[in-house]
């Protein structure tokens, strides 16, 4: 199997967090001070963001009419506001959204004169009810103690699992429980719990509720 170049994992995060989060900037090049510091990444306890997951309602939006085509848009999700920016082509991301849509963002850390702002991989509409129930999430998100024998599992079928869903790409994806029942020999828990991993990661994508595809 082809080695797969390792993805920054989306971190699911409030926007108020990721704002106080320490944010380190590369402030020298070489030897040399650095006019223009670029952000490196976020420094919140022992993790280091560099890519975010973010579920947020657009309080505003702004684009360029000049030839320096970009887009913005400052979402909040209660805690928190931010810019996401797009540049030429990817203003499509934003063309179907409007103030008060509910959306998710899954997209890299940057910055501009050492403001924060996310540029987008993944942009989608989200009902608002997810709102509350990505803030239930993450506050339930505590310390698990995983066992070793657990790990080991885990490791095992981490790319036979992206496989599989990359092969149903003929298919246009491939049911969870499908994907399930082929690692019968492995926990459901396990697998269910690898499957919500990729997804946060933006390695494979949800098109409709219950049904997965690769995204890479």
Do not use: C
Request: positive net charge.
């Amino acid at each position: 199997m082809q080695e797969q170049k390792k993805r920054e994992t989306a971190y699911k995060i409030r926007v108020g967090e990721l704002i106080r989060g320490n944010k380190i900037f590369e402030t020298v090049i070489g030897k040399e001070v650095n006019p223009n510091p670029r952000l490196l990444y976020v420094e919140l306890g022992n993790k280091k963001l560099s890519r975010v997951n973010i579920i947020a309602n657009i309080v505003d939006k702004y684009e360029s009419n000049n030839e320096a085509r970009f887009a913005s848009i400052t979402v909040d999700d209660g805690s928190g506001q931010i810019k996401a920016r797009v540049f030429g082509d990817d203003l499509l991301k934003f063309n179907n959204l409007i103030q008060g849509d509910t959306i998710l963002i899954i997209g890299l850390l940057r910055s501009y004169n050492q403001e924060m702002y996310i540029l987008p991989e993944i942009v989608r509409k989200q009902d608002p009810k997810y709102l509350l129930v990505r803030k239930l999430e993450i506050d339930s998100l505590g310390p698990k103690n995983v066992r070793p024998e657990d790990k080991k599992e885990i490791r095992a079928i981490r790319d036979e699992i992206i496989e599989t869903i990359k092969e149903a790409e003929q298919y246009n994806g491939i049911d969870k429980e499908e994907i399930i029942m082929k690692f019968k020999d492995f926990k459901p828990q396990t697998v269910s719990q690898e499957i919500t991993k990729l997804l946060e990661e933006g390695i494979i994508y949800e098109p409709k509720p219950g049904r997965v595809r690769y995204l890479g």
